[in-house]
């Protein structure tokens, strides 16, 4: 693949205008050390970071020093988790800290380390072949501002395990809550572990380093984790291995057959949970006509408000660009504000307590805040006139992204049908979404769900390479 170097400053420019429109992509705290030495981490050339983690992943060649490099992590981590909530919540005005405080432990906690890596063989009457996890090298990992620390965090644990350093691009406007975050499990590795500079990122941003960051020599995994535009962007500047975690638009069926209160219950959990910036949260419900109004009447009893049609469209024309336009899109000034300041942007007024606004919208499936994903407590109430049509709206609204879908219901062949239909990456039922994150259901977390190049929940085993050694001959027991 032969890209110019005038295609790539065109693709890197709309990448980073769609992660934050400064052009920002990494910079530390003011402070850092001088240049080649860095600053636990953050330096001030791109070169040096990467030989720096080339460096680092090179003194982490066995498992044991890895399970001790994870468990340092994860205390570290825990540790600071209130502190890197607080930060993210001054830094960006998103969500709340804590639930943010409760994502870092998530991640901390849930995160799979080295324990998933185990080695496979292959033996019969020609010899014996063994099949083992590789690591990379050093990955460059594009980080967004929804869940900064939580997202180092969690790809620290994962990469790390494997075998990897990593080379960070923090969003502009998320760089010092995750610049800190990388400064603070640094800090604890040199002094536990031994080893520096397991995670690095630069301290000015630019264009020039953007475009080395994608197309740097010896980096060969990228991760990148955004919207649908800024995905297909680093589709195009990039001949590397590529991990994406893009966008959804998760829906959530309600059916006749649900425990109405338990449905309403985990919808406000989850939907109200960081204020919504989780991509695999619900961003619109879509019920059953005949059993619409008790599940709104359970999800105000949970503290949700709700609010008018026309206070609806107050609200996104406040809150959405170029609405009613065709390019509609979320204000990032109000992505993950609370339900609060929501309301006082329209016009209009709240209780202190509220985290959930709910709109009746009908069974207009064209509403604004059905097709926009706008990552707000704000959640639209569709009416289907009975599952299978439900069924039909969810996939029109989730857009074939195959993101997360969810489903109350006590049906099982509904239950089968909307599985199978959907074919999302998540399909959580009977609870709230983050239950497929490993919140309140079985299995682990991840801050990077990679739908659209289909790893789905990452952990260590996404990032790694499988090597084959084989061995002709007799080699059994048996």
């Known amino acids: 693949m032969s890209i110019r170097q005038e295609d790539i400053e065109s693709i890197v420019n709309e990448v980073l205008s769609k992660l934050g429109g400064s052009g920002e992509v990494i910079r530390a705290a003011a402070g850092a050390a001088d240049g080649a030495g860095g600053d636990h981490g953050v330096f001030e050339r791109l070169e040096d970071a990467v030989a720096a983690a080339q460096r680092a992943h090179k003194a982490i060649p066995t498992v044991a020093i890895r399970e001790k490099v994870i468990r340092v992590i994860r205390r570290a981590a825990r540790a600071n988790a209130r502190r890197l909530a607080e930060m993210a919540v001054e830094e960006t005005g998103m969500g709340r800290i804590e639930d943010k405080i409760r994502k870092n432990m998530l991640v901390a906690t849930r995160t799979p380390g080295p324990e998933v890596l185990t080695p496979a063989a292959i033996s019969g009457d020609t010899g014996l072949t063994l099949i083992e996890n590789a690591p990379w090298g050093v990955i460059a990992s594009v980080t967004p501002s929804t869940n900064p620390a939580a997202t180092v965090i969690n790809n620290a644990i994962s990469m790390i395990s494997g075998g990897n350093a990593v080379v960070f691009a923090p969003h502009p406007s998320a760089k010092r809550t995750t610049q800190e975050a990388i400064r603070i499990l640094n800090r604890a590795l040199e002094e536990e572990a031994g080893v520096a500079n397991l995670l690095v990122c630069v301290r000015e941003p630019s264009i020039e380093v953007a475009q080395k960051l994608f197309t740097f020599p010896g980096i060969n995994l990228l991760v990148v984790t955004g919207g649908e535009a800024v995905v297909e962007a680093a589709r195009k500047v990039t001949d590397k291995r590529l991990i994406a975690a893009g966008a959804g638009n998760p829906p959530v069926v309600v059916d006749e057959t649900a425990d109405l209160a338990r449905a309403a219950k985990s919808i406000y959990d989850g939907a109200s949970f960081d204020n919504n910036i989780i991509c695999a949260d619900e961003k619109e419900i879509i019920a059953v006509d005949a059993i619409a109004d008790q599940l709104k009447a359970e999800m105000k009893a949970c503290g949700a408000v709700e609010i008018t049609p026309d206070q609806a469209e107050t609200l996104a024309r406040a809150v959405l660009l170029d609405y009613p336009g065709p390019k509609r899109r979320p204000n990032p000034k109000w992505v993950g504000r609370d339900a609060r300041e929501l309301a006082r942007a329209a016009g209009f007024d709240v209780p202190e307590s509220c985290r959930l606004l709910l709109v009746d919208v009908g069974r207009d499936v064209d509403h604004v ?70 919140a309140g259901g079985e299995g682990w977390t991840s801050m990077t769900i990679s739908t659209p190049t289909g790893e789905g929940v990452t952990n260590a085993r996404s990032f790694v390479r499988l090597r084959r050694c084989t061995l002709v001959g007799s080699f059994r027991i048996v």
């Open 369 to 438: 805040f059905a097709r926009v994903e706008q990552m707000m407590p704000i959640l639209p109430v569709l009416r289907a006139n009975d599952f299978r049509e439900a069924l039909d709206w969810a996939m029109l609204l989730e857009r074939g992204l195959s993101h997360t879908a969810g489903l109350h219901s006590r049906n099982i062949e509904n239950m089968d049908a909307m599985a199978r239909r959907m074919n999302t990456s998540l399909f959580v039922k009977n609870g709230p979404h983050v239950a497929g994150l490993g």
